[in-house]
């Protein structure tokens, strides 16, 4: 599986931006999707996933972000709203089979960068 991250760059604080990562994977349908960040100096945190139809986000994000998938393009979105300077980071998507709990396939990050 093979995962790869689109749409980050530098944004003012309050903005938008919209991350993408495709898949390559015969069926996508059977993943459960995540988009996770790792600012400078912290560890790698989740940030919101899709698994089985259902969704859940970090709190530091509830209300403002907002994961999506296409099944039919392999495709998992971020849309970030109301970015603050707290969600600088770089931003991974993941994936897992969804009958395991842990995600075990990552692409290589996009990075996010929200000024003040």
């Known amino acids: 599986v093979q995962l790869v991250e689109s749409g980050g760059g530098l944004v003012q604080a309050g903005g938008s931006l919209r991350l993408s990562c495709v898949a390559s994977?015969?069926?996508?349908?059977?993943?459960?999707m995540g988009w996770f960040r790792q600012a400078p100096g912290k560890e790698r945190e989740f940030v919101a996933g899709?698994?089985?139809?259902?969704?859940r986000y970090a709190d530091s994000v509830k209300g403002r972000f907002t994961i999506s998938r296409d099944n039919a393009k392999n495709m998992v979105y971020l849309q970030m709203n109301s970015l603050k300077p707290e969600d600088t980071a770089v931003y991974y998507c993941?994936?897992?089979?969804?009958?395991?709990?842990?995600?075990?396939?990552w692409g290589q990050g996009t990075q996010v960068t929200v000024s003040s």
């Open positions: 899709w698994n089985g139809g259902s969704t």
């Open positions: 994977v015969r069926t996508f349908s059977s993943y459960s």
């Open positions: 993941a994936a897992r089979l969804i009958l395991l709990r842990d995600y075990n396939y």
